[in-house]
């Protein structure tokens, strides 16, 4: 079941990109507004805490969507912007340079947030977000950047794979985010 709810997550995913490539205009995203933005913060939070990713997604040359997961992504607490540590995607480095543009999307995967919502009917907050961004050029990561991913994977650094994973973070990657659209289910949204 799993798998198929992957399945069917990629699939829309694919028929939202394509729709970005088609006609810009018709995008349906809304600009992000300082309230917009501390909701946003915290759907990424829940959904990073849950998952311990987010899904970055990019178009290749080919016209073809490739979703890769980060565990290392960032917002910054004020303006629509972040970064993330790019150490294995290797299908950010190929689509990139054919277009900077980007659907960041975090959802909030925790059994106990969606049981609890479905028993409800209601959402307490939304269930997930799609950030519309432009990625920037790999970058050497500042001392500050560091201390953040250290401090996000300090509790499983006693583990043989951290170790082997996570100790060689040394470049980011800056994005901007232009728009953003929330994952709905229009009959449990909450109040805003």
Same mark, same amino acid.
């Given at each position: 079941?799993?798998?198929?709810?992957?399945?069917?997550?990629?699939?829309?995913?694919?028929?939202?990109?394509?729709?970005?490539?088609?006609?810009?205009?018709?995008?349906?995203?809304?600009?992000?507004?300082?309230?917009?933005?501390?909701?946003?913060?915290?759907?990424? /939070?829940?959904? +990073?805490?849950?998952?311990?990713?987010? #899904?970055?997604?990019?178009? @290749?040359?080919?016209?073809?969507?490739? =979703? &890769?997961?980060?565990?290392?992504?960032?917002?910054?607490?004020?303006?629509?912007?972040?970064?993330?540590?790019?150490?294995?995607?290797?299908?950010?480095?190929?689509?990139?340079?054919?277009?900077?543009? /980007?659907?960041? +999307?975090?959802?909030?995967?925790?059994? #106990?947030?969606?049981?609890? @919502?479905?028993?409800?009917?209601?959402? =307490? &907050?939304?269930?997930?977000?799609?950030?519309?961004?432009?990625?920037?050029?790999?970058?050497?990561?500042?001392?500050?950047?560091?201390?953040?991913?250290?401090?996000?994977?300090?509790?499983?650094?006693?583990?043989?794979?951290?170790?082997?994973?996570?100790?060689?973070?040394?470049?980011?990657?800056?994005?901007?985010?232009?728009?953003?659209?929330?994952?709905?289910?229009?009959?449990?949204?909450?109040?805003?």
């Amino acid at each position: 079941m799993v798998s198929r709810n992957v399945s069917a997550s990629l699939y829309m995913l694919y028929a939202m990109l394509m729709k970005i490539i088609k006609n810009e205009d018709d995008l349906m995203m809304v600009n992000i507004q300082p309230q917009d933005w501390l909701k946003i913060r915290n759907v990424f /939070a829940d959904a +990073q805490r849950a998952a311990m990713h987010c #899904s970055v997604s990019t178009i @290749s040359s080919d016209g073809f969507p490739t =979703s &890769s997961p980060i565990g290392t992504l960032f917002l910054h607490e004020y303006k629509p912007t972040g970064f993330f540590f790019d150490r294995y995607c290797t299908s950010l480095k190929q689509n990139l340079p054919h277009s900077s543009k /980007a659907c960041i +999307q975090a959802v909030n995967s925790s059994q #106990s947030f969606w049981l609890k @919502s479905l028993m409800s009917g209601k959402f =307490s &907050s939304y269930p997930g977000v799609r950030l519309y961004a432009e990625i920037s050029e790999l970058r050497p990561a500042t001392e500050a950047e560091l201390e953040l991913v250290h401090c996000r994977i300090k509790l499983l650094n006693w583990t043989k794979g951290s170790r082997l994973i996570w100790s060689d973070f040394t470049h980011v990657r800056d994005f901007q985010a232009h728009g953003f659209k929330w994952v709905e289910y229009p009959q449990m949204m909450p109040d805003t």
